[in-house]
């Protein structure tokens, strides 16, 4: 039998020889159909995640992947790159020349010189290409905002119903403020000091019928949190970085595994964000049409900034204050973990009302005037106790020695947190060197010396069944002893009737074969 000819594939080629053996095709028949050796095809299989990264990067006609030298180099030039152009900063070659030998003194080599060869493969392996910058950069009225409304918004909602067009924004949460330290924010920028360490960021992301509402993703300091110790079940998406920021990374990781999401579903969105650091531009998107708002008019235009995120802290704010009422009822020391926040996040963001984001969505004039909904009396959120409401009881009580101030200022205190901002060098080379050393340890991140910070992020105590089905009888008895609808009763009856497998389940993988005879 003759040899097979040997072939230089594309990128593109191989990709679709990926997708056609993950379809479930016999890799004889991928062989025959595109001509290869089977020795060939297994080597694309096995460097599978290699060629779909640079395929997402724009290399789809590369036909082989080349190595570079200083990787690190190469790896903190790509990030500062990023940035600056996320922010249309104008960078040519003797910029980025200079820029490579900065970072290459910084990581230690000092002979390291960056040739114009080096930064034509530089452009090469990052799909870059040099280009004319057009007009000046200006501030933003109201009369630009018109005409984005009128000439640019129209042509790129055409396709997409209403259903289908969702907007993220991030916004910063101190999830253990309590209201005797609001008093230090007043009139001040929201950026540093002891409690900027006690704060998390929460991705936000609706369509604009308020019929989805995306699973939360929470940015906190701690990779492994110890209070996550024994918990494998998080309500939210949750990562991590040392300053609890929206990074581009993250933001292309959760939007690159939504887009997986959508084509499994073969649904198409138009996914609205604002124009930041932290939201670069993503190539070979399939089933997501990521849209920038235009510079300096998130304010007017982004949804999430009209209502939706301060009606998402107004609950947490609620949730919070009912924890400290119960601890101060049964004297206990007041402690919020991070295991807590997620949990009351989750729940607050079930709270938010379908027409509240629906009304933003209008509000921002980004909706059809024949869809707007407006709210009646009956279209109350529900009847939880309004946040001015908990303030007075917290203030009357006889345990609340709290120096407060008013509730609106309290949901407010941490509105302008900052959620992403520019890395510095250091920033880039920390990020670059620890990459580096794969056996950081992560676990202890969020240790203090706070005898209140080791009490809220202690291990979680995992409760047998047993105990989980005495507290069940217990939430049983507590609601038949009040007027209690039979929707609630049902759920718990469903949660009696899973605990009761389990606890089945579990009797029957301790017996032995002797308890038998």
């Known amino acids: 039998m003759a040899s097979l000819k040997r072939k230089v594939l594309t990128l593109d080629c191989k990709v679709e020889i990926i997708k056609a053996v993950e379809s479930g095709r016999k890799k004889a028949d991928v062989c025959r159909d595109f001509g290869l050796a089977n020795s060939t095809v297994c080597t694309i299989i096995k460097n599978r995640e290699k060629i ?68 034509d493969r530089f452009k090469q392996r990052h799909n870059i290409s040099f280009g004319k910058v057009c007009g000046e950069a200006k501030s933003v009225n109201l009369l630009d905002v018109e005409n984005w409304l009128r000439d640019v918004w129209p042509k790129l909602r055409g396709e997409y119903a209403d259903e289908d067009i969702y907007n993220a924004d991030e916004t910063g949460i101190f999830y253990k403020l309590l209201p005797d330290k609001t008093f230090k924010f007043k009139n001040e920028k929201c950026v540093g000091g002891k409690l900027a360490k006690d704060r998390i960021t929460a991705f936000v992301c609706a369509n604009m019928t308020g019929t989805d509402k995306r699973k939360l993703l929470v940015i906190g300091k701690s990779k492994n949190p110890r209070c996550f110790k024994n918990i494998k079940t998080l309500p939210v998406n949750y990562k991590a970085n040392k300053k609890s920021w ?48 235009p510079p300096n008019c998130t304010s007017v235009l982004q949804p999430m900034d009209q209502g939706i ?11 919070l204050l009912q924890k400290i009422i119960t601890n101060m009822e049964d004297k206990n020391k007041m402690a919020i973990s991070l295991l807590d926040a997620v949990d009351f996040l989750e729940k607050s963001w079930c709270k938010v009302s379908s027409l509240i984001i629906a009304n933003c969505f209008h509000h921002a004039k980004l909706c059809n005037s024949q869809t707007a909904i407006t709210f009646t009396k009956d279209d109350n959120e529900d009847d939880d106790i309004p946040l001015s409401e908990l303030i007075k009881t917290l203030q009357s009580s006889e345990n609340g020695e709290f120096l407060l101030t008013a509730a609106t200022e309290y949901e407010c205190v941490d509105e302008n ?39 809220s992020n202690r291990e979680t105590t995992v409760p047998s069944t047993k105990e989980a089905s005495n507290a069940i009888k217990l939430l049983k008895m507590f609601y038949r002893s009040r007027k209690t609808s039979s929707e609630i009763m049902n759920k718990i009856y469903d949660l009696e009737n899973d605990i009761d497998k389990q606890f089945l389940g579990e009797k029957c993988l301790q017996s032995k074969i002797t308890d038998f005879f």
């Not at 995120?309 to 949730?319: A, E, V, Y």
């Not at 060197?433 to 950081?440: A, L, P, Q, R």
Request: aromatic share 8%; hydrophobic share 35%; charged share 35%.
């Open 309 to 319: 995120i301060r009606s998402l802290k107004s609950h947490f704010r609620k949730i």
């Open 417 to 455: 947190l900052i959620t992403s901002q520019f890395y510095t060098d250091a920033d880039i080379i920390e990020q670059i060197k620890c990459s580096d050393e794969k056996n950081v340890d992560d676990d202890d991140d969020d240790n203090d010396d706070n005898e209140e910070d080791e009490i």
């Open 246 to 293: 929206m990074t581009s990374e993250i933001f292309e990781e959760e939007i690159r595994k939504w887009d997986k999401e959508l084509i499994g579903k073969r649904k198409k969105v138009l996914l609205l964000v604002d124009n930041c650091p932290a939201h670069p531009i993503l190539e070979n998107l399939k089933n997501i049409k990521l849209v920038f708002l």
């Open 52 to 119: 779909l990264k640079s395929f997402q990067d724009g290399k789809g006609q590369v036909k082989k992947i080349k190595l570079c030298e200083k990787a690190n180099i190469d790896d903190a030039l790509i990030k500062w790159f990023n940035q600056c152009r996320s922010s249309n900063l104008p960078l040519n070659g003797p910029i980025l020349m200079e820029k490579a030998e900065e970072f290459g003194r910084l990581l230690g080599d000092t002979n390291f010189k960056c040739s114009n060869g080096w930064l």
